[in-house]
């Protein structure tokens, strides 16, 4: 199952969200459902797109792993856009929106990084189906790039909140939102080596370099 689950300073990420999908998923018979619910199609296609990538499978075949028919799709949901969007936004609702949170009570960023980068390169998180899709954006539809967009800055504006407050100098405002962009950028490169089977001990070098940059970058003030 590809749904991460992990738990992190006590935080834990939705398990209900992740045990109702599994449920959806592997508990109940395969095949058309006497009632068709949109939170069980958008369970299978967060699945899939998750997996394989949300511009890696046509729109036809990700009806077909939903096990519900076209007419069905665009009734609910509306053309693939439409599908992509409500998937994606499904996803931030139920995991990505908590991880936020997580993000932002942290009372070390610099803790947080190391923990959070090398839990990828050690398997302990998956790739993120939101930092996956924001590389390939320009494949998407305008709704799933609007949407996107709109995670992305959420997602920097929690690490810029984390950034803040975990730092004891008084730090430029324009600085903590670039350092926040950086921080960002790096989780995106992570998800994006380890996808592409970039060893192990390249990873954690790189990792080591980008912790070194974010501690330097942290201890400048306004005064530097």
């Given at each position: 199952m590809v749904y991460m689950c992990y738990k992190l300073n006590g935080f834990k990420v939705n398990l209900y969200f992740i045990k109702n999908i599994y449920y959806n998923l592997h508990m109940k018979k395969i095949g058309r459902p006497q009632s068709i619910k949109?939170?069980?199609?958008?369970?299978k296609c967060v699945e899939k797109y998750w997996e394989v990538g949300i511009d890696n499978i046509s729109f036809n075949n990700i009806i077909k792993y939903?096990?519900?028919?076209?007419?069905?799709?665009?009734?609910?949901?509306?053309?693939?856009?439409?599908?992509?969007y409500?998937?994606?936004?499904?996803?931030?609702?139920?995991?990505?929106?908590?991880?936020?949170?997580?993000?932002?009570?942290?009372?070390?960023?610099?803790?947080?990084?190391?923990?959070?980068?090398?839990?990828?390169?050690?398997?302990?998180?998956?790739?993120?189906?939101?930092?996956?899709?924001?590389?390939?954006?320009?494949?998407?539809?305008?709704r799933s790039i609007n949407l996107l967009d709109t995670i992305d800055k959420s997602y920097k504006k929690s690490w810029y909140i984390a950034i803040k407050k975990s730092?004891?100098?008084?730090?430029?405002?324009?600085?903590?939102?670039?350092?926040?962009?950086?921080?960002?950028?790096?989780?995106?490169?992570?998800?994006?080596?380890?996808?592409?089977?970039?060893?192990?001990?390249?990873?954690?070098?790189?990792?080591?370099?980008?912790?070194k940059s974010v501690k330097f970058s942290h201890s400048k003030t306004l005064t530097d």
């Amino acid at each position: 199952m590809v749904y991460m689950c992990y738990k992190l300073n006590g935080f834990k990420v939705n398990l209900y969200f992740i045990k109702n999908i599994y449920y959806n998923l592997h508990m109940k018979k395969i095949g058309r459902p006497q009632s068709i619910k949109r939170i069980d199609i958008l369970d299978k296609c967060v699945e899939k797109y998750w997996e394989v990538g949300i511009d890696n499978i046509s729109f036809n075949n990700i009806i077909k792993y939903s096990c519900v028919s076209k007419s069905t799709i665009y009734r609910l949901f509306g053309d693939e856009d439409d599908l992509q969007y409500y998937s994606l936004k499904h996803y931030y609702e139920n995991i990505i929106k908590e991880w936020h949170t997580i993000i932002e009570e942290h009372k070390d960023v610099n803790t947080l990084i190391d923990e959070y980068l090398t839990g990828i390169v050690e398997g302990k998180h998956t790739p993120c189906l939101y930092n996956k899709s924001i590389m390939v954006k320009k494949n998407l539809g305008k709704r799933s790039i609007n949407l996107l967009d709109t995670i992305d800055k959420s997602y920097k504006k929690s690490w810029y909140i984390a950034i803040k407050k975990s730092s004891n100098k008084n730090l430029d405002d324009k600085h903590l939102k670039s350092l926040a962009a950086f921080i960002a950028a790096q989780v995106a490169l992570i998800n994006t080596l380890k996808q592409n089977k970039v060893s192990k001990n390249e990873l954690l070098l790189i990792i080591s370099v980008i912790k070194k940059s974010v501690k330097f970058s942290h201890s400048k003030t306004l005064t530097d």
